[in-house]
């Protein structure tokens, strides 16, 4: 399969607005204290495009199979940024893709001058938990910040300056 990871345009709105959806609801993430609620979920290029944020969509030749980004940690210090909305199409999982966009977003969310990196997700997202701990993510007694995402029970850190991602 033809793959290729490129920054996300509004006309992705609307595709990564419906991948979110298909993915949160496989796993029954449905409801208050889910992302699948944010209001950002219908216009992530919006939002991700600022100065402190960034999102790269995946794609190949028959549509968008995924994507991810970060941005500034709502309630956080200046320093923190939040890995965000990072999710993706079955028949894109187990092909090294989680590991290529997080790293990306690690070194981008390093270079925009972030020096440490929040996670939260939810523990039926085993694939996703591997992958945090996979590049080092340390798991968090409780949540950081004020994302909203009460319905959370899995939350990570990682210091930007250890893992070489300034």
Known sequence: MNIRMRPIRPADNAGMARIIRQVMTSYGLVGEGYSIMDPEV???????TTAKSAYWVLEGENGLLGGGGFGPLVGGESHQCEVK???FLPELRGQGWGG??????LEEAGK???TYA???????????NQLYRKYHFQPLDGPVGKTGHGACDVW????????GFQ
């Open 156 to 163: 990570y850190g990682l210091d930007l300056n250890k893992k």
């Open 100 to 105: 290529r966009l997080l790293e990306k977003i």
């Open 112 to 114: 925009t001058g972030y």
């Open 42 to 48: 219908d216009h992530i290029a919006d939002i991700y």
């Open 85 to 87: 909305k990072m999710y």
């Open 118 to 128: 929040y996670i939260e997700t939810v523990h039926q997202l085993k694939e996703a």
